[in-house]
């Protein structure tokens, strides 16, 4: 375990106690320079232990499949649930050691065309790597923390809102292909953003974190009648308890607590009051939350990332949501703005009707302008137009952003990377040390395939996918 220790006690074997940190209080070469990374993540390894297991492959697999089920299925929520690895990681580890216990620990030998030698169902005590194989795959069955597969969404489009026909195999293609892709380009990019030792991910820490509770024994552990500590297993299944315990008061119970707009109540018959106190259809002033679903449901938890990142985030929220769609809305009046609700996502009439897509699209999925021009041009909420606005902007902000203010570190570190100047960080030697790395060449492969699949996908089976030009 790693122990925090006062270093300015001018104690000089303090700063020793810290991994990374030297007698002299300078960065130690077989350790991470960011600090959370050598507090949280121990820079050794074990590669004796059997990590190609089969109790690693069945749960992994039915894991991944599970996780995938289970994040698309509850995606169509109005805050859509997403399950995490970290359910898995908590699951799969009583499973783990079920399997150690009833599996045979006879040994087979391994065909020679499969590299010959002997295995075994049972190879010893389940351990944190195949724990960690095991979250690996279901981390991609929830698409990396992010749920669902994004392409679905455009299936469900074509079939569920504009009721076109979309075949399996087109379907399957648009999903796979842009899931696949992103493989490639991580395996390409991993020698930039995953290996350099100032390349380190947050959320990643809370995952190692938890591994490290559920499978180390804490040294110089205090007996449970003295010394007020609390071990961080204990800690992470009274968490976990209560957390499991509370979900059920919001989520089935009293879903009222979602959403506690006391503005509303107040002011039940006033329109205005209901625009700005409602936390579902208005801008949530003064509204809160006792559902942790609806805090982490589209930004994910606020307690991963760094808080830096949560205050900007925080700023943009109330700058946009109180000073720009109000000052839009009220104030302005912008394209007849108060004809419409300031939050939905629904598109209206000039009436405020809501509009009808399927009377303006014919049956080949053009528009049709005649229909067009009778119904009236489209109009959105307030809220929801600028939304859209503001994603794109975001997009070349973001590349703005890096170019000016990161710019020349990235072009820094790019060329060091490529004279084999930026050496990686301890965990990534470690691992190069004891195990095989994965070849370049299936990266770019799966690039090109997919690459490949897609346009194929766009001219072939274009009309499926709706995208004739």
Known sequence: MVQIVDIESGDPGAAAMIPGVGEDGG???????????????????????????????????????????????????????????????????????????VLPTRKFKAPALLGGGEWSLNPGPFNMKEHVLISIFANAGCAFGNGSAYAVMIVDIIRAFYRRSISFLAA??????????????????????VEPAHMWWPGTLVQVSLFRALHEKEENQDDDTGGGRTSRAKFFLVALACSFLWYAVPGYLFPTLTSVS????????????????????????????????????????????????????????????YVIVPTAYWGLDLYNARRFPIFSSHLFTFN????????????????DMDAYSQQGRINMSTFFALSYGLSFAAIAATITHVALFHGKEIYRRFCASQKDKDKPDVHTRLMKKSYQDAPGWWFYSLLALSAAVSLVLCTVLKKEVQLPW
């Open 27 to 101: 960065d130690d070469d077989d350790a991470s320079p960011i600090e959370e990374v050598r507090l949280t993540v121990p820079a050794s390894d074990d590669p004796t232990l059997p990590v190609w297991t089969f109790r690693m492959w069945t749960l992994g697999l039915l894991s991944c499949v599970l996780m995938s089920f289970l994040n698309q299925f509850f995606s169509y929520r109005t805050e859509p649930i997403i399950v995490t690895q970290i359910t898995v990681q908590v699951a799969s580890l009583p499973l783990g050691h079920l399997l150690a216990r």
């Open 262 to 321: 006391w503005v509303c109540w107040i002011f039940s018959k006033s329109v205005t009051a209901q625009q700005l106190g409602s936390g579902m259809r208005g801008l949530g002033l003064g509204a809160f939350t006792l559902d942790w679903t609806a805090v982490s449901s589209f930004l994910f938890s606020p307690l991963v990332s760094p808080f830096f990142a949560t205050a900007n985030i925080l700023a943009g929220f109330l700058v946009f949501m």
């Open 352 to 367: 405020g009707n809501n509009y009808d897509i399927n009377a303006i699209v014919n049956d080949r999925f053009e528009i």
């Open 172 to 193: 399957w293609l648009l999903i796979t292909t842009t899931q696949v892709l992103g493989y490639g380009w991580a395996g390409l990019m991993r020698k930039y953003v």
